[in-house]
């Protein structure tokens, strides 16, 4: 892949990349919906991700192509940035942005991007793009960012810049994924485990929905506001910063504040969701597969029933594993409304799994989902210059 990346950058720009870049997407083990209420989540980087190759130019200007999108645009470089629509070069530019106003010198450049995420698929191409430019533009500026001040701020144009009121957990896992690792991220202090995701005689499988997604954004929204809502009335009793600040012993006796019953259910949600992520990571720690896959049904129900952040696309899949013994759980990932679900499944039954979860989908839903077996990989880098 990297050959053809070379050439076509070569192509389109008449002359040699000068670096390359790389960073994964993500996966959610479990732990949903809880970095913005600053608990435990459980990510991995995956494999896939976003590549960026990137030589600087004596013109003053940005550009910016993408093998994804027919669409390329070409800036000249000023004080601020504004967004552009829904465009996919709204992230770069957004990064961009940032470390102009935060003082840095930049210097034109052309750029070229690439990724083999699925987009829009729940999977972070969207952090993915965001950390890749902002590791890239420190690399060659010299910019002095540490890799956390890169995450965090990625996720500050993600809020700000795009409008989405996203956590921080697609950009601290895609930043700080390890191979083979899944990190237990405390979003509150930000400290970290990297934990091995050692998944014995079983993978994890990525199935994606293929439902086109919309609403996402607006209905995401909608949830941060609504645990801010619950906050408030919870801390009309109690000394917390956050939901996650509490266990679900402690929310029962004091749920009689939070009187809108729909808030209610998302407060559950929130603080059962974190109390689940402890059990998941000891379940992990003690190789118990089959706690695990429980807790992630678990969570899945709950995010259907008390978060309704689900569907009938990703019902299907977490329905489907608990018929199929070889699965020993399935849930939704990420953001919800559509993207992708994963599944732990039995090794060697995963082309068995495969064909039956396509067949029930496509019987039930009308048209097929994609599966794949996914692979845990690194995080941010700089890739070997070596053409292979
Ligand atoms: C999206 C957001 C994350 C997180 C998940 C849900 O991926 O970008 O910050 O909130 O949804 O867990």
Same mark, same amino acid.
């Given at each position: 892949m990297k050959h053809t990346l070379y050439q076509k950058f070569n192509k389109?720009? *008449?002359? !040699? #990349?000068?670096?390359?870049?790389? $960073?994964?997407?993500? /996966? +959610? %083990?479990?732990?949903?919906?809880i970095d913005y209420n600053g608990g435990l989540v459980m990510p991995c980087a995956i494999t896939q991700g976003s590549y960026l190759l990137i030589a600087p130019n004596e013109d003053g200007v940005f550009r910016f192509r993408s093998l994804n999108f027919p669409e390329q645009q070409e800036i000249p470089l000023q004080d601020q940035y504004k967004k552009d629509g829904d465009n996919w070069f709204n992230f770069p530019i957004g990064i961009i942005n940032y470390f102009t106003k935060d003082g840095h010198q930049l210097k034109g450049l052309d750029m070229l991007f690439y990724g083999d995420i699925p987009l829009g698929s729940g999977l972070s191409s969207s952090a993915s793009i965001e950390v890749v430019t902002a590791f890239a533009l420190n690399d060659i500026?010299? $910019?002095?960012? &540490?890799? %956390?001040? %890169?995450?965090?701020?990625s996720k500050s144009v993600e809020n700000n810049f795009i409008g989405v009121n996203s956590g921080i957990m697609d950009q601290f896992a895609v930043a700080f994924g390890e191979k083979n690792k899944a990190l237990v991220l405390n979003c509150d202090t930000l400290e970290y485990q990297a934990v091995d995701s050692n998944l014995g005689d079983y993978l994890l499988a990525i199935i994606n929905t293929n439902k086109p997604r919309n609403l996402t954004e607006s209905k995401y929204n909608e949830r941060v506001q609504e645990c801010k809502e619950a906050l408030t009335a919870l801390q009309k009793e109690l *000394?917390? *910063?956050y939901l996650c600040d509490i266990d679900a012993e402690t929310l029962k006796k004091h749920?009689?504040?939070?009187? +809108?019953a729909v808030i209610l259910k998302r407060a559950k949600h929130v603080i059962e969701e974190n109390d689940r992520v402890k059990l998941a990571a000891a379940a992990l720690a003690n190789n118990n597969l089959h706690e695990f896959g429980r807790l992630m049904y678990a969570s899945h129900d709950s995010l259907r029933d008390q978060y309704e952040v689900s569907g009938a696309e990703l019902d299907a899949i977490a329905e489907y594993g608990k018929t199929d013994p070889n699965v020993a759980g399935s849930r939704m990932t990420g953001a919800g409304f559509g993207g992708c679900a994963i599944a732990l499944v039995k090794r060697d039954a995963f082309d068995d799994y495969s064909s039956k979860i396509?067949?029930?989908?496509? !019987?039930?839903?009308?048209? #097929?989902? $994609? /599966?794949? $077996? &996914? %692979?845990?990989g690194d995080g941010v880098g700089l890739l070997n210059l070596l053409v292979n």
């Open positions: 389109f720009y *008449n002359k !040699d #990349a000068q670096n390359a870049y790389f $960073s994964p997407g993500r /996966v +959610n %083990l479990i732990g949903e919906h500026f010299n $910019s002095g960012y &540490s890799k %956390l001040d %890169l995450v965090k701020l *000394n917390i *910063n749920e009689l504040l939070i009187t +809108n396509t067949k029930y989908y496509t !019987d039930k839903i009308g048209y #097929a989902p $994609s /599966v794949y $077996s &996914s %692979l845990i």
